[in-house]
């Protein structure tokens, strides 16, 4: 069975972030959240997972154990394939740390802007030591042949295919072709209600509902009370919010491009100077001194406006006119999904 050229998991990352180009306002005693959107806990009780409400050690533990089932069914798949297959070979998940990323405290803000030029734990990562391979199988992969290697990865993972791409420009997945891990993961998550083309309609209206949510009018009253802080700040140009930190990443596509000018990225003396992409480097560090003022009046004018609750409130009336027009088409999608469970 083909899967959807949707994303599942791409849905339930929409639900959560409607207004990701609206980036959540700061009001100093803000009233609603992002995970009270009414798509948000809807979907989440489709797709399945630990729960929105989940700690970070709960989430942790949920994804662990379903790694653990996978790599079990995987074993087993593979010895019935007539090679040896240690569980753990695959990695493991591992639940970031959203308390890092902190866009409507003020310090934070003052520090790293949007989060776009500099990030928390970025140079800690720069400097990180590559780790050893960890992989439990590998010692017995490299005794195979190199024939058998080949048909090890192809019993493991499926048998390389050229695939058109669609218009979104992926490629159509199918479990079944994805070998032992494949139908590993397909038997522990079951089959999702978004593969069925039944439901293929309702995938696409809720497409359409989060890409075009932004351009919404209810949007215009909020939007033009913050630009016209902005211009009180001194900083023209932006008509809606999610402008500001759009044009920090335009800046930073922009910087970015230079490395399709290199010519010959094959030639080691054509190599990219070590300092491109740092903050050694004056024309990448410059975007941060563009970033900060910007987030920091950004923030401000969001909590002089109640940007977020005022927006969120627009964002979950929308939604929840979404699901009056499409109760019919949710709940058929909401009992696929129970009965995929049982």
């Known amino acids: 069975m083909r899967t959807s050229r949707i994303s599942i998991a791409a849905l339930a990352v929409l639900a959560l972030t409607a207004c990701s180009g609206l980036p959540g306002g700061a009001s100093a005693t803000p009233t609603l959240k992002q995970e009270d959107s009414p798509l948000a806990q809807y979907l989440s009780s489709v ?3 630990p729960g929105l ?9 949920f994804y662990d154990e379903q790694q653990r089932k996978v790599e079990e069914v995987t074993a087993k798949c593979m010895t019935e394939e007539g090679f040896e297959y240690t569980p753990g070979g ?3 998940v591992t639940v970031g740390d959203a308390a890092e990323y902190r866009p409507d405290d003020r310090d934070w803000v003052a520090q790293y802007g949007y989060g776009m030029v500099t990030y928390p734990g970025q140079e800690a990562m720069a400097t990180a030591e590559p780790t050893e391979s960890t992989d439990p199988n590998q010692a017995y992969v490299e005794s195979l042949t190199e024939a058998e290697q080949a048909a090890y990865q192809e019993a493991l993972y499926g048998k390389p295919v050229e695939t058109d791409r669609d218009e979104n420009g992926g490629t159509e997945y ?4 994805a070998g032992c891990m494949g139908r590993a993961q397909h038997e522990v998550s079951g089959d999702s209600p978004f593969t069925e083309e039944a439901h293929k309609p ?4 809720l497409t359409a509902f989060y890409t075009n949510l932004s351009a919404d009018p209810g949007y215009e009253a909020v939007d033009g009370e913050w630009t016209a802080c902005m211009k009180e700040a001194g900083i023209d140009g932006f008509s809606k919010q999610p402008e500001a930190q759009d044009s920090i ?3 930073i596509s922009e910087y970015y491009e230079q490395m399709n000018e290199v010519p010959d990225k094959t030639d080691p003396d054509a190599a990219t100077d070590p300092a491109f992409g740092t903050m050694d480097d004056p024309e990448y560090a410059a975007i941060a001194q563009k970033e900060v003022p910007l987030a920091l009046a950004d923030l401000d004018c969001r909590v002089k406006t109640n940007y977020r609750d005022r927006q969120l409130r627009i964002q979950f009336a929308l939604e929840e006119q979404f699901i009056a027009d499409h109760r019919a088409e949710l709940d058929a999608l909401k009992a696929d999904a129970e009965q995929g469970r049982k």
């Open 47 to 49: 797709v399945g997972g």
């Open 174 to 177: 199918t479990w079944e072709d």
């Open 249 to 251: 990443n335009q800046l």
């Open 90 to 92: 695959s990695g493991s």
């Open 202 to 205: 309702l995938i696409e209206a």
């Open 53 to 61: 409400d989940a700690t970070k050690a709960e989430q942790q533990a």
